[in-house]
């Protein structure tokens, strides 16, 4: 297997502009996660979706982001307008059954808001 | 949410001396406490993992520790070596809910 797929792996885009991340996740994973690292805040929970039905979103940052999970093998997140503050690596994970198994991570998508 | 404190936030050892990093965790309704190893440019990746029904879990040279009374788990690397240099994440994770730590940086000096 190919392990967790992410793309772009690297983004770097103005103030204001839409920015959109993908996610594939392992074959036959039910879950899968979205996370946002920075020195500040370490590594942040942002989504996860249990067969692709978001269960907590508590750590969404606010309106600007936003996240779907069209069909098993697909999961994309959403930040407009994006701003400075967004500049992050980003993280999708994905796990056989919710957060209490062990989640393969992908290699990131490195945001840049200038 | 919860709250996961881990220490140190950074850690050197001399290559074959032991290393210990400490997770708190505040949800007692939690039973899954894996560790993570990050290296640079990668994302995090499973080392250890234990549940809250097993005390003490080993596999090689590492071990994990779990004091559910106390809520706190460990992270125990013996024998270290400059491989294990990286950044170690603990989780605390239950039904529907999961918090990483903060992170240890391990330098391991030749």
């Known amino acids: 297997d190919a392990g967790v797929i992410q793309s772009p792996r690297h983004e770097v885009t103005e103030m204001g502009q839409e920015v959109t991340l993908r996610c594939k996740p392992i074959s036959g994973h039910n879950s899968l996660f979205w996370y946002r690292q920075t020195m500040m805040r370490g590594l942040e929970l942002l989504i996860y979706f249990n067969n692709n039905v978001p269960i907590d979103d508590s750590g969404m940052p606010e309106d600007r982001f936003s996240a779907k999970m069209p069909n098993a093998s697909f999961s994309t997140l959403k930040i407009q307008p994006s701003e400075p503050r967004d500049s992050a690596v980003y993280f999708c994970a994905s796990s056989l059954m919710g957060p209490a198994n062990e989640q393969y991570f992908g290699p990131g998508t490195r945001l840049t808001v200038t | 949410g919860e709250n996961v404190e881990q220490h140190p936030s950074t850690l050197s050892v001399q290559e074959g001396d032991s290393a210990v990093i400490k997770c708190t965790y505040s949800?007692?309704?939690?039973?899954?406490f894996p560790w993570y190893k990050q290296e640079l440019g990668k994302g995090p990746q499973l080392i250890i993992d234990i549940r809250s029904n097993v005390g003490e879990k080993k596999d090689q040279r590492i071990a994990v520790t779990l004091n559910k009374t106390a809520k706190h788990f460990s992270l125990h690397i013996t024998e270290t070596q400059p491989e294990d240099s990286a950044v170690y994440f603990c989780l605390s994770g239950g039904y529907q809910k999961v918090t990483f730590g903060t992170g240890t940086k391990l330098q391991v000096i030749p």
């Open positions: 949800d007692s309704a939690s039973n899954y």
